[in-house]
């Protein structure tokens, strides 16, 4: 039997036989379906933000786009569209594409008509990009609002640095080993100092967007990477398993994701781990 390391409850499924603990690269959960995936996530998600409203009054949680939001889907139907304290969620976008908010690109489009809009979310809790301005100007109007919101406590800060500590930051993983809109050897991977940054020359389109720097990203208390299909296999192989050093794979984006006070969880599916070598239980 399996417990939760949150909730103490039993976890059943047959993920737990795939998985295991790497002793750098965090949890790696092993999926044998997508539908396995979405519940175990949709589950991890329920006990992290039950624990943190009990702990702080508030759940902080910062969305990515792509796929990551249909894997979600389960947290729109019982028990956790009943048993979710969603009116104490404060939801924000890791990356989002400089566009109108009702254009088919749009993250924010993408997370409301495929789940905001189906749980009660409080409307001011959601906090999106300005969409009718610049991106330079959208990164710094979008920080400067997270600003306020870690002073008031909306949003925790980190013991460590002078960063945001998300309660969850939820991470698709992009063929590439891209996460967020950050991409290999591109220069917004070691912006140090903003919180939020933009680019304008992203290789998957759209080319603008604002995206969370890699200091926020690892500030938070806990991210998740998600990623299924066989398309993902190369980048999970390169951002979990054993590589040499500069080989050029340590700039790999979804390999220089590593929580500095917090937990990393891997939701995969068995297509996304046909590359992963390596024994993941020590
Ligand atoms: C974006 C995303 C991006 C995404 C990956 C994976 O806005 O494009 O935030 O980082 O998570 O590209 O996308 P898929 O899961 O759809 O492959």
Redesign the pocket.
């Known amino acids: 039997m399996v417990l939760s390391p949150l909730s103490g409850k039993r976890i059943l499924g047959s993920w737990m036989a795939l998985s295991g603990v790497h002793k750098e690269r965090g949890e790696v959960r092993i999926h044998e379906s997508l539908d396995e995936l979405s519940t175990d996530l949709a589950d991890y998600i329920a006990e992290l933000s039950e624990a943190c409203v009990k702990e702080r009054g508030a759940f902080a949680i910062a969305l ?5 939001i249909g894997l979600m889907g389960k947290l729109c139907e019982a028990p956790y569209s009943k048993t979710v304290d969603w009116a104490k969620w404060y939801i924000f976008w ?4 400089v566009v109108s908010k009702s254009h088919a690109d749009s ?1 924010y489009k993408l997370a409301k008509d495929n789940l905001l809009s189906k749980v009660p979310i409080v409307p001011s809790h959601v906090h999106s990009i300005n969409d009718s301005v610049s991106a330079e100007d959208a990164a710094d109007e979008y920080e400067f609002a997270i600003r306020q919101l870690v002073k008031m406590r909306t949003v925790d800060v980190s013991d460590i640095s002078d960063c945001p500590k998300f309660d969850l930051v939820l ?5 590439d080993g ?4 950050l991409f290999p050897n591109h220069s917004a991977l070691i912006e140090q100092d903003e919180w939020v940054t933009f680019i304008t020359d992203s290789p ?1 389109p759209p080319p603008e ?1 604002i995206t969370f720097t890699l200091p926020v990203i690892n500030s938070a208390s806990n991210v998740a990477v ?2 299924a299909g066989e ?2 296999a190369e980048a999970v192989h390169l951002a979990i398993d054993e590589t040499e050093p500069d080989d050029g794979k340590t700039s790999l984006p979804a390999r220089m994701v590593q929580p500095r006070n917090g937990k990393l969880v891997w939701f995969l599916d068995k297509l996304a781990t046909s590359k992963l070598q390596g024994s993941h239980s020590e």
């Open positions: 990515s786009g792509g796929s990551l890791v990356d989002e594409r993250n991470l698709g993983l992009g063929p891209h996460v967020a809109s998957k967007r998600v990623a398309s993902k």
